[in-house]
């Protein structure tokens, strides 16, 4: 038994590339879109793609579908609907693509998308056929066995199709909202839909559409974010049909970004706080001000990464951090350049914001007060101001341009309201006591700035900040 949290890693052979993944808990299996490379004897330059029902213990394969040929996954969704009686389905979203594109010359012709569809399924267990009394000894058996390890997949399931909507774009993100509602983005449109189970069919609510086409959708209560190609994010609010005076269900523009970029994926930290990232690495944060009630989210923080970024995700991968008093939760106030917060006295629990890369790494965002903020500052700025092969001097940043405010002549892209956390551990656990001391003697802003937020050195500062390492 493990002292701490960890992961332990195995791998579970599919025999496709995995494209996306949710896990059921009702029944303890995985749902795996994947898609097959196309082989050159089989005159397709297109892959194939399949949803497999996957046990994570010994990666039996319980149930497959297969999609249409020139068919890709884009999205997936476990769709939870609650009234007198409960359902779940399976959602995928997915993109038909034609074999090349006739506007395309020479290397740059390639497939093109048509279109898409919305298709349900739900998981159900396998019906069983009559055996002969041998076999339903030998099934008892094994069941025995998968029950003394624990195990709670048994007698086999199956994807059922249930419904499916064809759209005139790639379904790119799928998002449950409500109890009954289901929203997803197709090219410019984001379509709410509902499901009728007296009727057996879906039923489009309402939509709204978009100057470009939406990349990402995040629900939090009834704010959705939806993130856009150029336009960064747009927050709408569902209005119920209870609440609205014409008796239908709409959709509301509350929130646009000031500046545009062309956001991959986007998650809601809070009514008036968003973060996201754009396809070639910009981490940016974007809120309201403090009792503003103005309709632009204005820029909060943001970093450029140096490689592409794929998903942005709240929460650990192990368990959520107990961190320092000095870390602010992520529904506090958006307003970083107000006055200082007073920080909890107690340990919060906090999630932090993972990154994930297109290179395989992930990043790791957390959210500090102004008064830790000030004193990681000063103390980064003075190492990379230390002279050439001083061991403060870092030889190369985990993320670019962290210490300048431009990404490059004439970008309107910032990079400020963020410290690397990795700098502070280099002080503390890569540099002597006398290396310590050159670096405070250089700026002794940071020994006074630590003496008087945190009543201590910034040794002891950075020590109890040490946990913000990306």
């Known amino acids: 038994i493990d002292a701490a949290p960890r992961c332990h890693v195995h791998e579970i052979p599919i025999g496709a590339e995995p494209r996306r993944i949710i896990s059921d808990k009702e029944t303890g299996l995985l749902l795996v879109a994947s898609t097959v490379p196309a082989l050159p004897q089989s005159g397709s330059l297109f892959p194939t793609s399949s949803l497999k029902a996957v046990d994570a213990r010994d990666g039996h394969i319980h149930a497959e579908a297969q999609f249409d040929p020139y068919e890709l996954v884009h999205s997936l969704e476990m769709w939870h609907i609650k009234g007198q009686k409960s359902y779940r389905y399976i959602c995928v979203g997915t993109g038909q693509y034609s074999e090349s594109n006739p506007s395309s010359q020479g290397s740059q012709a390639g497939p093109r998308a048509v279109g898409g569809r919305l298709v349900i399924y739900s998981l159900k267990a396998a019906k069983r056929k009559s055996r002969t009394k041998a076999e339903k000894s030998g099934r008892k058996q094994k069941q025995q066995q998968l029950d003394v390890a624990g195990g709670t997949v048994s007698g086999g399931y199956e994807l059922r199709y249930v419904w499916e909507s064809k759209r005139s774009a790639p379904v790119r993100a799928l998002a449950h909202l409500g109890d009954s509602y289901l929203i997803l983005a197709s090219g410019t ?198 002279e050439s092969g001083h061991p403060a001097r870092p030889l190369m940043l985990a993320a670019k341009c962290i210490n300048r405010r431009q990404l490059d002549a004439g970008s309107q892209l910032l990079s400020e309201n963020i410290v690397d956390g990795s700098l502070s551990r280099m002080f503390l656990e890569s540099l002597t006591d006398a290396e310590q001391a050159q670096v405070l003697d250089r700026n002794p802003n940071v020994e006074r700035l630590a003496q008087r937020l945190f009543g201590g050195s910034a040794q002891h500062a950075a020590s109890s900040l040490s946990t913000l390492e990306s």
Not at 296 to 320: N, Q, Y
């Open 189 to 386: 449109l984001c379509v709410v839909l509902k499901l009728d189970v007296v009727q057996k069919h879906l039923i489009e609510c309402c939509e709204v559409e978009l100057r470009f086409p939406a990349t990402s959708i995040d629900v939090r209560g009834s704010d959705v974010v939806v993130g856009s190609s150029r336009e960064t994010v747009h927050v709408f609010r569902f209005i119920p049909p209870a609440e609205d005076s014409s008796g239908a269900e709409s959709l509301q523009m509350v929130h646009s970004a000031r500046f545009g970029v062309d956001t991959a994926d986007a998650r809601c930290l809070a009514s008036d706080l968003v973060v996201g990232v754009d396809r070639s690495g910009y981490l940016y944060a974007v809120g309201v001000p403090r009792e503003s009630r103005e309709f632009a989210l204005d820029f909060v923080m943001g970093i450029h990464l140096g490689t592409e970024c794929t998903r942005v995700k709240v929460g650990s991968p192990i368990r959520r951090l107990n961190c320092a008093q000095h870390v602010v939760p992520w529904n506090r106030s958006n307003d970083m350049r107000s006055a200082s917060e007073k920080p909890a006295s107690r340990r919060l629990p906090v999630e932090p914001v993972i990154i994930s890369t297109i290179a395989g790494a992930l990043w790791s965002l957390i959210r500090i007060s102004k008064d830790a903020f000030y004193v990681l500052r000063e103390l980064e700025q003075t190492m990379l101001d230390m």
